[in-house]
């Protein structure tokens, strides 16, 4: 007999497939052998509205995100990155700063030292941009922002900075294009913090192993999140499906933290250091420090 766990495997594959009732219907069949987790209940929904809605970008409203990034253990996760960051910043006694997929400033706004006398952000949200807009101006902070993704941003300047910084941003980039975009950071900065999850690889998001990583881990973070449907179906569920839908160009190719120290080597960084922020829920944080 096929457990609930054999189940979702089964329905993330025929989900893969552009079946969506036959992934609907093992769904309903493992909540039905497991009701107490979170994953299949929050699943049941997220193809139901899917079925009769459509797909829906998990960045493209910004509201699940926001209410995501601020609960739960984003938290620590968040307070932990800024004090990292702001830990670097202070060792210049004045320097350039580029933020990469800004955001709408979580992890930056608590971070900004005075020692930052330019400021750039780059952020291909305008909702999240508009809203870290808002908050420079208000505190009085002189800065530049570019509406755009990191490839487009790098294809119109060839400016240069003390230090570029990155947060749970880089693993947008599809790895084809991701040794070109470190070798423009290379070229285009003296330091690189780049503050990443020390995730499984992800190359092969159907393989046995990467399913029930994805199941176990989101039946923890919807935990954190009992109750709170905008960032359970406004994020989390488009994200987990995301990884497994051929149908849309993926969100997120994550991969271990020391496949990011080789690849900032090979990109030209001669030393690469990794400290641990956070022992996440989807996966231990790390920030690289690449001169």
Known sequence: MTSSAGHFTLA????????????????RVAAAGDPDNPVYAASITYLENRLNHGAANAYASPEGFQAFVRGGGNTPLYENTSAALGSVYREYMAFHLLDIGTGDGLALIPALETTIDRLDVVEPSAALL??????LREMGRPYRAFQGT???FAAQTGEHWDVAQATYSLQSLPFDERPAMLRWLREHTDRLLLVEFDAPDFRNPLAPERIQHVLARNQLGL??????DTVIQ???MPVMWGYFDRSAGRLNYEQP???WS?????????TVTTRLIYPYWWADAYLLDAR
Not at 12 to 27: E, K, M, R, S
Not at 262 to 270: D, I, R, S, V
């Open 12 to 27: 993330v594959n025929a989900f893969a497939d552009g079946d969506l009732n036959t992934a609907l219907a093992h769904i």
């Open 130 to 135: 508009e809203n870290l807009e808002r908050q």
């Open 150 to 152: 990191l490839q487009d």
């Open 223 to 228: 935990a954190e999140y009992a109750g709170n």
């Open 234 to 236: 406004g994020f989390l």
């Open 257 to 259: 933290a020391a496949a």
């Open 262 to 270: 080789q690849q900032l080597g090979e990109a030209g960084f001669a």
